[in-house]
């Protein structure tokens, strides 16, 4: 009898035993395929028809064109005349550096994406993409604020501009620029690495951008969006600052010279800086500040559009058309040429 019982809660055991097994390897079958890794994500870009998108590839293409070969004439013209070789067009040159980044990160991939009707892309090159987007975007924010201060002291302190910034302190400035944009960008890029992607990996986006990434993220973007929001301090909040602060002053600098002509010389220092800093801010604001519910996602794609391709593009004509100096040393360059 007792052999019986025995041998019943063995067999009772190993029935328990059995399916207590399958259910783990169940388990880890059902997680292993809830948290597979995505590799490669589907970058959508517009949703228009072969005609209309064969047209915007064109536009763009042109728009990429002009944006090189203006930005690139900035910095030749700055490097080859010594009349340029001043801290506001040394800041400038940077600026043309960075515009030529942007749209090389944005460009050339959506472009591809136009005539193949949407393209994937790896994990590594989407984060990679993001990396040199968020720097160059970054480093604009800081050069803005720099170049700001710069008119300052030339406006309201001008006795002492040739002291204050001398060449070595726009190089440090600068290179402390650039040295902050790659640094914040790449704190995001770790974090972004660390999630996990196991849903969807279609982005209706023309590039990797930070909120259609942390839409597909499965795990917890907590941490991320606190990085984002502690971030936005010295990158956003403190610059934006600095430039309002900056501007106040030059202003009333500026209403207190007496004569118009000195007013009007004045502000034509800084105007052009004041129209880039706001076409900047007005489509950053735009897309990451203002609340999205009310934004649609088209409009946020040509909000995105206006400030990756068209604001590099404008940033140097704006320069040109408003700035004797740059007139002048086209002038002397093309005449250069017609001698030679």
């Not at 800081?142 to 002492?160: E, F, H, K």
């Not at 500040?289 to 590099?312: D, E, Q, R």
Request: hydrophobic letters at 50%; a neutral charge.
């Amino acid at each position: 009898m007792n052999g019986k019982i025995k041998e019943r809660d063995k067999t009772e055991s190993n029935i328990l035993f059995t399916y207590i097994s399958v259910f783990l390897l169940f388990n880890n079958y059902t997680q292993e395929n809830n948290l597979t890794t995505v590799t490669e994500f589907c970058l959508l870009a517009f949703h228009v028809g072969q005609d209309l998108g064969l047209l915007l590839f064109c536009l763009l293409l042109v728009v990429y064109c002009g944006t090189i070969c203006g930005n690139l004439l900035i910095i030749t013209l700055v490097s080859i005349s010594k009349n340029l070789h001043t801290p506001m067009y040394f800041f400038l040159t940077q600026l043309s550096i960075s515009d030529i980044l942007l749209t090389t990160t944005i460009v050339p991939n959506m472009l591809q994406i136009l005539l193949s009707n949407g393209r994937t892309i790896t994990f590594i090159n989407c984060l990679t993409q993001f990396y040199f987007f968020g720097a160059s975007e970054t480093f604009e924010c800081l050069l803005l604020t720099v170049m700001s201060y710069d008119r300052y002291v030339a406006i309201c302190n001008p006795l002492r501009y040739i002291t204050i910034m001398t060449s070595g302190h726009c190089m440090i400035l600068a290179a402390i620029s650039w040295l902050l944009g790659f640094s914040i960008s790449l704190i995001y890029i770790i974090t972004i690495s660390k999630l996990s992607f196991c849903g969807p990996n279609i982005i209706d986006h023309f590039f990797c951008d930070l909120l259609p990434l942390l839409e597909l993220a499965c795990s917890d973007t907590f941490i991320i969006q606190l990085e984002v929001y502690l971030l936005s301090i010295p990158i956003v909040i403190i610059p934006t600052t600095i430039i309002v602060v900056s501007y106040t002053y030059i202003v009333l600098a500026i209403l207190r010279i007496p004569s118009s002509t000195g007013r009007q010389k004045a502000f034509s220092t800084c105007s052009s800086h004041l129209i880039v800093v706001s076409i900047f801010y007005w489509t950053m604001f735009s897309v990451y500040v203002v609340p999205t519910k009310g934004l649609t996602l088209t409009m946020s794609k040509i909000l995105s559009l206006l400030y990756t391709v068209f604001t590099p593009l404008v940033n140097p004509i704006i320069y040109s058309l408003r700035n004797k100096d740059i007139r002048k040393a086209v002038q002397e360059a093309v005449q250069k040429c017609v001698i030679w």
